[in-house]
């Protein structure tokens, strides 16, 4: 693929808002996972709440897009200068040529949630207050960012579970390929709701307490919530030392079954070699993998023999879910940026939360976090029904 230029990025989850914050978090290996409180759920498990979003409220123009998600992606879409760098490529491009590609989950069905509650006991209806096209609809999230910048390019939200906004990395591309757009918005949100906390408990895979990675006593997921947005354009000639771009997007699909992946890895593995080949290099040119890594048996299991049987023990990889959480629909974003600050910022974040790596992983599994060079990283997103994304982001070397 033609490498794309990540102009600016931002993000906000439960370690704090901004990259200051979440690279501080990164260094020292702080979690942002809590003994779940969120709402009426009574669960034993920790989540990775953001807290302050039910005191805030979108106003205005935007009024009617009002509701937890939105709230979430309006927080990260504050941060890291980010509002000033969309205006400039709008300056630059004009507002048809800037396309906008999000990934969510659940958009805002926690707005649903709450309508239902609040129903006519006798008609049943729902209040007048409850706007679906707005809120829980899952194009909501890219309506609101695109009105919210006058942005009239293409614009599309992709719900995959796990790998939504990473995919949505791959549709911005082939767009800005096509000729369709020349920058795009790309990333997402994913904010708590009660159907993902009793979803998961359903299935028996939520932990009780903080997430532990690739642990040999791993329990499960903790449920995070997050929101990050990357601004990409064509890569021009002369790029600066500091420059970072999107080098290569590899996907797959396993078509195996509904929740758990393939317990060879096929899929996942099918996904990096993708993301490799379609940047050029081999498996060699990779400094560092930040993995799906969920804390779930098989998920870990199937993850860590495809990066092995790729990789070798060679390539340091890690999972960051055990300090921000599962933020399902938004990890792809949140963990391409962990990626970028770690190259960026010369280090190799940790599996912070996890003592005894199982025995039975041959991967170079990372517990403490350490300086290193970094020039290109991995970031792979691995969701329900076998949906894989693996993305190369880096240097022009």
Not at 118 to 133: E, T, V
């Amino acid at each position: 693929m033609r490498p794309l230029l990540i102009r600016d990025f931002c993000i906000t989850t439960s370690v704090g808002a901004g990259t200051a914050a979440t690279l501080a978090a990164l260094k020292s290996g702080r979690s942002g996972l809590r003994p779940c409180d969120f709402e009426t759920a009574d669960l034993p498990t920790h989540i990775g709440e953001i807290h302050g979003l039910d005191d805030m409220r979108i106003e205005g123009a935007l009024a009617g897009f009002d509701c937890r998600n939105n709230r979430l992606a309006e927080t990260a879409l504050r941060q890291d200068g980010f509002e000033a760098a969309v205006g400039a490529a709008r300056r630059r491009h004009g507002p048809h040529r800037i396309g906008v590609f999000l990934g969510t989950s659940t958009a805002g069905i926690l707005q649903s949630e709450l309508s239902y509650r609040a129903r006519n006991p006798d008609s049943g209806a729902l209040p007048i207050w409850f706007d679906y096209q707005r809120t829980h609809n899952t194009y909501s999230l890219a309506g609101f960012v695109a009105q919210r910048f006058d942005l009239r390019g293409p614009s599309v939200v992709i719900s995959c579970a796990c790998a939504s906004t990473a995919k949505a990395f791959g549709s911005a591309a082939r767009m800005i390929d096509a000729g369709l757009c020349d920058a795009a918005i790309v990333g997402g949100a994913d904010s708590l709701c009660l159907t993902t906390l009793y979803g998961f408990q359903s299935l028996n895979l939520i932990a009780p307490g903080p997430c532990r990675p690739f642990d040999a006593d791993r329990d499960g997921i903790s449920i995070g919530e997050a929101a990050g947005f990357a601004l990409l354009e064509r890569a021009e000639s002369g790029a600066g030392a500091d420059d970072l771009f999107v080098l290569g997007i590899g996907e797959s699909n396993d078509a195996y079954h509904m929740s758990s992946p393939h317990p060879e890895g096929i899929g996942a593995r099918l996904a990096m070699e993708r993301a490799i080949a379609s940047a050029g290099i081999g498996p060699a040119d990779i400094d560092y993998l930040n993995l799906h890594g969920t804390a779930t048996r098989a998920g870990d299991a199937a993850e860590d023999r495809a990066v092995f049987e790729l990789f070798g023990d060679a390539t340091p990889c890690s999972s960051t879910k055990g300090q921000t959480g599962h933020t399902l629909g938004a990890a792809g974003i949140v963990e391409a940026i962990i990626s970028l600050l770690a190259i960026r910022h010369g280090m190799i974040p940790a599996t912070a939360s996890t003592t005894t790596i199982d025995p039975d992983f041959r991967s170079l599994h990372v517990t403490t976090a350490a300086p290193a060079r970094l020039d290109r990283a991995m970031s792979n997103s691995f969701g329900f029904g076998g949906s894989n994304c693996s993305l190369i982001l880096g240097r022009m070397l």
